[in-house]
């Protein structure tokens, strides 16, 4: 047994080297031609400022700051935006100096490996530690991660994304395998993944049971979709010290009927749009979602070809896929609970999904493998080359010529109390972080925030 298992150690550690390699050259890339994700039409910069401000509180010795005095005339910060990828982000702020704008490129290699770890925990209980590596990588830079990451800049998203490889491999291990010993391990990344979003964290429970009720029926095994189903609700309640306050007064279930719609068809597209690869480049915060032609036609190859236990997953992603169009929309919105049924945030989980069960297929062969390798990688790489901007100069420099151009450096210095920028959030999260970046006495205190955003079309 110890003479098999060399070998298996030995690939373990050159696949994270090789990936340890990956996650350092795609953090000094972004950092040398100074990607970043679009500034105005997203939230980065509100979620640069919790990071900033995290940092800075944890500097003078406050863990767990409850109360700023920079945004709203004062608020509580982590009330209903749980802070744990905040954490993971001013964690890398102690390794720049406390730039919180370099530490992001750190944060993107770190999120990578995450992802890639929970991939090769999958290929070493699979014996297929090449191909998880593979899923791996075509996961992480599918063509809506890569909109996640570079149009939205969702710190919380992209930290939750990195994190799905695991839960769906505890999920897999109880579901195909019966070891329930993985439900600790499900249970506690669950509690992770909730104190980082928590509308997400239902998104993930739901798409979860989806996967799972699939699976059970078509091979007819109920007890790990009972067992799953029991581990998923314990984990929402060990997070119950952090969950009641997003489910009691934030946004999570706080949304009026009408509000509730109006959100339900602005996550919905058509389904032509969606898988129209010259569409991906349009203008607006959603960033013209896009699901991958590829990816699509080999969902729909895998629900046709793969057996029982595979087609699950491929049907699982369908039906996500067909939740995100405009002609679910209807449907959708009739459901309990149907205010966090933003279907376009499911395809996170949809692709999680998907690559699982791609990799899963022992039976395909090495040559379809291949094509459909260069066709995703190609369509990704189209999707990095659309979104991702490359810049001449620093964020630092183009943002503060940016605030120049509307005199807010000026506004900064008039400023005796508080500032007030009315500009119906044309500027985005931008000024939150901007006016207390520094976080000392030359930070101003601003009356309005990361508030109302414009969504351009």
């Not at 369908?318 to 049924?341: D, G, H, K, W």
């Amino acid at each position: 047994m110890s003479d098999r298992m060399k070998p298996k150690k030995l690939h373990m550690f050159l696949f994270m080297l090789a990936a340890v390699g990956i996650a350092l050259a795609f953090s000094a890339c972004l950092y040398i031609f100074s990607i970043y994700p679009d500034s105005v039409d997203t939230d980065t910069f509100g979620h640069l400022f919790k990071s900033n401000y995290l940092y800075e509180s944890m500097k003078k010795g406050n863990l767990y700051p409850i109360y700023t005095e920079y945004w709203y005339n004062g608020m509580e910060l982590f009330r209903y935006w749980p802070p744990l990828s905040y954490y993971a982000l001013s964690f890398m702020q102690f390794f720049t100096g406390g730039d919180v704008l370099t530490a992001f490129y750190l944060f993107a290699g770190l999120t990578y490996m995450m992802n890639m770890s929970g991939w090769l925990c999958i290929g070493k209980s699979e014996n297929r530690l090449a191909m998880a590596f593979l899923a791996g990588n075509l996961y992480y830079f599918c063509p809506d991660n890569i909109r996640i990451f570079m149009a939205e800049g969702n710190v919380p998203r992209i930290f939750i994304t990195a994190l799905l490889p695991y839960i769906f491999y505890c999920v897999w291990e109880c579901m195909r395998y019966k070891n329930y010993r993985k439900l600790v391990g499900f249970a506690l990344v669950t509690v992770l993944i909730t104190t980082a979003h928590y509308m997400i964290a239902a998104m993930m429970g739901i798409s979860i049971f989806i996967f799972c009720a699939v699976y059970s029926m078509m091979n007819k095994e109920l007890k790990g979709l009972v067992f799953v189903t029991i581990d998923l609700v314990c984990a929402y309640l060990m997070s119950g010290i952090m969950l009641i306050p997003g489910l009691t007064g934030g946004g999570l279930t706080s949304q009026n009927s009408e509000a509730s719609i109006a959100t339900i068809n602005q996550w919905a597209q058509e389904a032509v749009k969606s898988l129209n690869p010259f569409f991906r480049s349009g203008e607006g915060y959603v960033r013209s979602f896009y699901f991958g032609i590829v990816i699509f036609v080999v969902v729909l190859f895998g629900v046709i070809a793969a057996n029982k236990k595979m087609g699950a997953g491929f049907i699982t992603t369908l039906v996500i896929f067909i939740s995100t169009t405009t002609s679910a929309s209807a449907v959708v919105r009739l459901l309990p609970m149907s205010q966090v049924f933003w279907m376009q945030r499911f395809v996170p989980m949809a692709m999680c999904i998907f690559f699982l069960s791609l990799l899963l297929w022992k039976e395909l062969k090495r040559s379809v493998i291949i094509l459909f390798t260069i066709a995703m990688v190609v369509d990704g790489v189209m999707t990095f080359s659309l979104l991702a901007e490359v810049r001449d100069e620093q964020v630092v420099d183009l943002v503060e010529k940016d605030m120049s151009q509307y005199l807010l450096p000026e506004a900064v210095e008039l400023t005796e109390n508080r500032l007030g920028i009315l500009d119906n959030s044309t500027w985005g999260a931008v000024p939150s972080w901007y006016l207390s970046k520094n976080m000392d006495e030359t930070s101003v205190q601003y009356s309005f925030g990361w508030h109302i955003r414009v969504r351009r079309h």
